[in-house]
């Protein structure tokens, strides 16, 4: 009996992997992007999070207020 609960066990355990990525229950595709963010404080303390890299005196989207915001560097 042992050795039939283990054997199903297995057998389940791999019939449930796969080849790619998922969170939970959705699964990623190559279509799907994956960012790294980037957090950066403004002088008023207020919290930008921005994708991948941050480009100095230029456009970058802002993820916590949806918005494009230009980064400066403090003078």
Known sequence: MIQVIISLSS??????CTSGWSVGSFELSPEDS???FLEVMDQDST?????????INS??????????ESVKEHE
Do not use: G, P
């Open 47 to 55: 919290s930008h999070f921005y994708a991948d890299k941050v480009r």
């Open 11 to 16: 057998i389940l355990m791999l019939s449930s």
């Open 34 to 36: 994956m960012y790294t």
């Open 59 to 68: 456009d970058n989207w802002c993820f916590t207020h949806n918005q494009w």
